[in-house]
């Protein structure tokens, strides 16, 4: 069989489309590999290697492989060798790509440059997303941003430009619209600085959210470890159609799995039902996976990838996916590790909230359940956009609702915002008339940025402590997650229920059955929602916001300012003494969620991502402190006073104590920020204790040197009380699979033991012996 391979290049010709468009320059060209790149590292997709990996394994397994294994095990670095035991055995694999957001890249590119590595081994992207806040509107929201944000985005520039690592500049839009419209393919291993790039899942991808360590193992050309994972078959049949979109299918899922049903696992939606949803639409389904701790998401290769691929440029690249569709779908007759089935033709438009992803509602129920919970009913704001729903599909169903409503003379009744996910949608919704008729009936347009969704929003229309409810098309509703304000109930739905509910203003409103009032006091009904899966014309580029990395960045200098509030160069962190724990202070016994937001808050903190002391000074102050119920109010055990958790953490530090945090279930869910793990260790922190992790925190804290660890009873949780100080015993004999001890010491002089779990391999043994993942990487050099 030749040797197929495609080169994919980003050089921005003209192709009829201005400076900006894509071309993707391809050979298909019996053993030979033609790089057409003369700015950045080329990324070649090689199937035949992906199908000699897959056979390889499968031969060595004897049975059908699902999709998500084939695409997985394809990228092993020993195909031959590796042990593969799902939910079990650890993977050494060799990812195609990498993937950066501005808040965690900053971190992310601070630990490269620590590692005295000259260049990028793998094609790396930054995208500048992150920092722009909402206030009135797009154009003065980035301008504003450009220039709070300077020193940043130069040093992200400039370190992108010296290591090899491409820039997208503030605008571009959101990474995970970026990498579908750009660099996403079907079979292709990504993984990304941000727990959605799962969203790439919606075009044939493993697209996986890590910690920035781990990014830099991949750039430094290290194997990337991952727990070999358990498979979710999600079997859709039947077909979409009126109001429900493909955002209620992950709404439906994550009512079914809760946040933490899909830990360990990749969900592989599959079945004939696949077909009726868009490929923009599968990604939205794939984005909000990560609401149920999935390792990520996928969907098969099929004609409405093949359609998004030629639409944006990468014809050949569709053509190639064709010739290999085998290696691109599922074998028949693979077995999942545990079957959902959902008959599209049959699911209604759902809505999820307040306060947590899963809490899942039909539509029509929605009134009575808010009004017996004591939810408000009004809507103060409905939000569209966001990685989750910023697709051209998204804007022209909402696009087609708020037409309605302006025929009949009628504007929202709530606030209403939008967001495009890229330069690109926005450039071609302004073009296509959408942008017009929802600033019309109300809206305003964002920036191409996360905005809102991470609480980047400086809103004004009411007080913190105001009960109050918000729509969004977003994925994530967490306490106090969009606006700071915990009082906020905010509901996750589709863009298309965010609309109508706006135009509404109730929350109560039902599309489907209910009425509004025209402008001239008629009743009418909203009709279903419709809109293009993709422009009749090619896409609209916008303005050209790629910065490529020159040849040789050798002699580039990247600066940080010494002074700097917003970056500091890392030290390396203190290595492991070689004994036991003894005596932590306990520093906080968390009560219930505690999110990667409860533990490194985002929002106005988000400017000190690149300053590790600095952020620190958010370290848990979301926590709930189960000894009083308060938040960031703890016992400093030293001096008898209270303090906030930063604070105390620190004044123990200082004093040469070491301390641990003891939490709940799923710790740590939410976001792949590492600075959640970076924080207590730069703190501090030399264990955290819980019931249970949620899969990427749990990596970070490896990664970081500290030592995550669970109860082997969760009972034992009780067990231990605020003024505690525990010992963990065992650590010199430190194995993988064998546990720990705990010998916790009341303040009365009692004692007592319990058995304690860790998930560590040897590798990440060695991470936490020599201090930190960095560290022992500069050991090996």
Wanted: glycine share 10%; aromatic share 6%; hydrophobic share 35%.
């Amino acid at each position: 069989m030749a040797t197929y391979c495609l080169t994919v290049t980003r050089l921005r010709l003209a192709l009829g489309q201005g400076a900006r468009r894509m071309h993707v320059a391809a050979a298909l060209n019996a053993k030979a590999k033609v790089s057409m790149s003369r700015f950045e590292p080329t990324s070649h997709i090689n199937y035949e290697k992906l199908q000699a990996n897959v056979n390889i394994v499968r031969k060595r397994l004897n049975r059908p492989l699902t999709l998500s294994e084939k695409i997985v095990y394809g990228h092993l670095e020993d195909p031959h060798g590796q042990e593969i035991d799902r939910g079990r055995t650890y993977l050494r694999l060799r990812p195609d790509r990498v993937a950066m957001q501005d808040a965690t890249a900053q971190m992310a590119m601070l630990q490269f440059i620590s590692s005295g590595l000259p260049k990028v081994a793998v094609p790396s992207t930054i995208h500048c997303d992150h920092l722009i806040e909402a206030q009135t509107g797009g154009p003065t929201d980035l301008k504003r941003a450009k220039d709070i944000n300077k020193e940043v985005y130069n040093f992200l520039a400039s370190a992108g430009a010296k290591y090899g690592v491409g820039f997208w500049k503030p605008g571009s839009g959101i990474i995970h619209q970026i990498i579908l419209e750009n660099y996403a393919y079907p079979g292709v291993l990504l993984i990304g600085t941000d727990s959605h790039t799962p969203n790439g899942g919606g075009l044939g991808c493993i697209c996986i959210g890590v910690g920035g360590a781990d990014a830099v193992d991949v750039m430094a050309n290290i194997p990337w470890e991952l727990k070999c994972p358990n498979v979710i078959g999600v079997k859709l049949t039947g077909a979409l159609s009126g109001w429900t979109s493909p955002k209620d299918v992950i709404l439906k899922v994550a009512g079914i799995l809760t946040v933490k049903g899909g830990t360990g696992a990749i969900v592989e939606y599959h079945g004939p039902g696949v077909d009726s949803i868009s490929c923009t639409g599968m990604a939205t389904i794939c984005n909000m996976g990560a609401e149920i701790g999935a390792t990520t998401s996928v969907f098969p290769y099929n004609h409405r990838m093949r359609t998004y691929l030629e639409k944006t440029g990468r014809g050949e690249i569709a053509a190639l996916a064709d010739e290999y569709q085998d290696v691109l779908v599922p074998d028949a007759d693979c077995k999942y590790d545990q079957v959902i089935e959902i008959n599209l033709s049959e699911l209604k438009p759902h809505i999820n909230g307040p306060f947590t992803p899963d809490l899942c509602h039909p539509v029509s129920e929605i009134g009575k359940t808010a009004t017996d919970s004591g939810w408000p009913l009004e809507v103060k704001v409905g939000l569209i956009g966001s990685c989750t729903n910023s697709s051209y599909e998204d804007m022209g169903r909402a696009a087609s609702l708020a037409k309605q409503a302006l025929d009949h003379g009628l504007k929202c009744k709530a606030a209403f915002t939008i967001t495009p996910g890229s330069e690109q949608i926005r450039a071609t919704i302004e073009r296509d008339g959408y942008s017009k008729i929802l600033s019309d009936v109300g809206g305003v347009v964002l920036a191409n940025a996360c905005g809102p969704c991470i609480g980047q929003w400086d809103r004004k229309d009411i007080k913190k402590g105001e009960k109050n409810t918000i729509v969004t098309s977003y994925n994530r509703n967490f306490t106090g997650r969009n606006d700071a304000n915990p009082a906020t109930h905010a509901f996750v739905t589709s863009p298309e229920i965010v609309t109508a509910m706006a135009i509404a203003g109730r929350l109560d409103f039902n599309p489907e059955t209910d009425f509004l009032t025209a402008a001239n006091g008629e009743k009418f009904k909203l009709l279903p929602p419709t809109g293009d899966e993709l422009p009749a014309r090619d896409f609209d580029p916008g303005e050209d916001t790629y910065q490529y990395p020159p040849p040789d960045g050798s002699s580039l200098r990247v600066d940080v300012n010494p002074q700097s509030n917003r970056l500091q160069l890392l030290e390396p962190f203190d290595k492991w003494s070689g004994g036991d724990l003894e005596d932590l202070q306990v520093l906080i016994k968390v009560k219930g969620k505690c999110t990667t937001d409860h533990i490194s808050a985002a929002g106005p903190w988000l400017k000190f991502r690149g300053h590790l002391d600095n952020i620190s000074n958010n370290m848990l102050i979301g926590a709930i402190n189960l000894e009083n119920g308060a938040v960031n109010k703890i016992k400093n055990q030293l001096t008898g006073e209270y303090g906030g958790v930063p604070d105390v953490a620190r004044h123990y530090k200082k004093s040469g104590v070491s301390w641990i945090v003891v939490g709940d279930e799923n710790y740590g869910e939410g976001s792949s920020r590492e600075h959640a793990a970076l924080e207590p260790r730069h703190l501090g922190g030399r264990v955290i204790l819980v019931k249970s992790f949620a899969r990427i925190h749990e990596t970070n804290l490896k990664k970081q040197g500290m030592l995550p660890l669970t109860f082997d009873n969760a009972a034992d949780y009780d067990k231990i009380r605020p003024d505690d100080k525990i010992t963990i015993v065992g650590l010199k004999e430190l194995t993988p699979g064998k546990p720990l001890k705990a010998v916790i010491k009341h303040l009365d002089g009692s004692t007592e033991s319990v058995t304690l779990n860790h998930s560590f391999n040897e590798t990440q043994i060695e991470w936490f012996q020599a201090g930190s993942a960095l560290n022992r990487m500069k050991m090996m050099q």
